[in-house]
């Protein structure tokens, strides 16, 4: 009698689209099943998958996202959920947002669905406001929605889902190095000099034209980060490494996924990926830092 929702790993960013643009894979990703109990608030009664998550409804995303619809709709009775984890904590993959996303997901589901997908992008962000003090959509959003989802504003909140225009796979490699995005904001300057902002928002905007127009040189030509990524690409190691060896291998581009520490490329074929995915593991290889890698359709 449980109700099982999944919501998929997200890349946000996409190098020029900071905290406005993300798009999800189709794997790994994170279940909440949720079901309905006799005694008000929410109980947590099991976390699998990983370990050193909270129980506490009030510690741990999933939590949050579940009491604050409960509280909103005025609800008497309670929920029982379970987190069950495909997605490492702290990776960059959109981990806390998956199980936000799912929460979100579920638990409408689970009321009757009174809450419009929009909303339930909402109730989502309060979950990534309690994991990294900023309550970002670039993740949630397309967790929830799939492909690529664009946030043209804030406030008002205005998502614009983009779909999957044009076929795309991408390769992630992990370094195992847990790396918190509250950490990875902290260390942002505040300020952006004009020159690398407009070359930023030549680049977004060429993104997003090159996916609706399935153009994939003009895709190639507008994955470019000047400013946020040589930030945090300290924190990454090898990163710049492994991200010239994706190029070399003939990637479209390559960037930070999210904050952090995994790193994306975006290939026009499979085989483009699995190659950049072979390149890039080569970096690392005699390296000694460990990573996981994969391949997965956007
Ligand atoms: N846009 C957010 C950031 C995503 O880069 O901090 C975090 O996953």
Redesign the pocket.
Known sequence: EFIKAYAPATV??VCCG??VLGFAMEHPGDEVWARKKETPGVTISAVTGVTGLSLDPTENVIGVVAQKMLSDLKIGHGVELQLHKGLPVGS?L?SSAASSAAAAYAMNELLGKPFTTQELVVYAMEGERKASGSA?A??VAPSLLGGFVLVRSYDPLDIVPLGVPVELYCTVVHPQVELK?SL??SILKKDIPLQKGIRQWGNLAGLITGLLKGDYSLIGRSLHDEIFEPERSVLIPLFNQAKAAAISAGALGCGIS??GPSIFALSATEEQAMAVQHAMEQVYGSSGIEVKSYVTQV
């Open positions: 946000a960013n900071f905290d960059g959109g970002h670039d993740n995005t990875a904001r999210g904050s």
